[in-house]
C-alpha cells in the first residue's frame, strides 16, 4: 500500500488487474517469461505504456527476453497491497452481499470480508458461505474488536448514506458502495461506489457504435 501513497498513476492501477488475469493465465499455460510487446499486443495497449506500467513496480525486464512471469505477478500483487488481505465487514447480508460474501476470489485481490450485518433477525445467526450474519447493533463492538478498516455497502439505496455514516463513526476508513447513492462522507473516508449499470452502458454504447459499424476503441476494460 505504502507504493500506491507514492503517486503510482490511477490509469496504470486500474491496468493493473488485467495484467494479473493475463500474467495468471500465461502461467498456467506453463510459460515463464513474457515480453512487454506480447501484453501489450493481448491487451491493446502500446509497448512504452506496458514498459512504464511495470516500470511502476520496480521489476526490470532482461533485453528481448522480457520478465520473469511469476516476479511480475508478484510484483504487481504487492505494489497494489494485495498480499496482505485486508479485512472488511459487509453490510446488507441480503442478494447481492451474500454473492459478495460467498465469492471466495476476492482474497487474491486482498479483500476479505470477515462478517456481515443485518437487521433481518432471520438473516442474523445464519451464514453466508463461511461468512457469519450479525445484528446491526453488533457492527461498532466487531469493528473495534477486530479492526476491520474497509465497510462494504450491500443495503437498499434509501439505507446506504445512514450505514456509511455508521460506517465512519464506527471507525471505517474506506467505503465500497454497491448501493445507487452518492454517498456524503468526510474527505478522509475513501469511498468507491461500484455499479454494473455503468459498465452495461459502455457495453451498450460500444455495441450501438459497433452496429453503426464505427470502430470500437482498442481500451482495456476497466472494472
Ligand atoms: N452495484 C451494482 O451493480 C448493484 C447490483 C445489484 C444490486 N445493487 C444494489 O445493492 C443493494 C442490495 O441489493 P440486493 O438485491 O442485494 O437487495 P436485497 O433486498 O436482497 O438485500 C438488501 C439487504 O439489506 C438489508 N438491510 C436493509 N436495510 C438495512 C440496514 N439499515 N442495515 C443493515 N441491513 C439492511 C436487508 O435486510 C437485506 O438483507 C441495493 O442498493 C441495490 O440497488 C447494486
Known amino acids: 500500500m505504502e507504493d500506491l501513497k507514492r503517486g503510482i498513476p490511477i490509469p496504470t492501477i486500474k491496468r493493473f488487474p488485467s495484467y494479473l488475469r493475463l500474467l495468471r493465465q500465461y502461467l498456467e499455460e506453463g510459460k515463464e517469461m513474457v515480453s512487454a510487446t506480447t ?15 511495470i516500470s511502476c513496480t520496480g521489476i526490470e525486464g532482461k533485453p528481448k527476453v522480457g520478465f520473469i512471469i511469476s516476479y511480475l505477478i508478484e510484483a504487481i500483487v504487492h505494489t497494489l497491497g494485495w498480499d496482505n488481505a485486508t479485512d472488511a465487514v459487509l453490510i446488507g447480508a441480503g442478494h447481492l452481499g451474500s454473492a459478495l460474501a460467498r465469492y471466495e476470489g476476492f482474497e487474491s485481490y486482498g479483500l476479505k470480508i470477515v462478517a456481515a450485518f443485518d437487521i433481518d433477525k432471520d438473516k442474523c445467526g445464519t451464514k453466508l458461505g463461511e461468512v457469519p ?38 471507525g471505517i476508513v474506506a467505503i465500497w458502495n454497491f448501493a445507487p447513492k452518492d454517498l456524503k462522507l468526510p474527505e478522509n473516508v475513501v469511498v468507491q461506489r461500484t455499479d454494473l449499470a455503468t459498465s452495461f452502458a459502455v457495453l451498450s454504447a460500444k455495441v450501438k457504435r459497433k452496429i453503426a459499424n464505427d470502430e470500437l476503441s482498442g481500451e482495456v476494460d476497466e472494472w
Open 39 to 53: 501484453l501489450a499486443e493481448e491487451l491493446g495497449l502500446k509497448p512504452i505504456q506496458v514498459r512504464k506500467d
Open 133 to 170: 450474519v450479525f445484528p446491526l447493533e453488533s457492527l461498532k463492538g466487531y469493528i473495534k474488536e477486530n479492526h476491520v478498516n474497509i465497510g462494504v455497502v450491500a443495503v437498499p439505496a434509501i439505507q446506504a448514506q445512514g450505514i456509511a455514516e455508521l460506517l465512519v463513526e464506527c
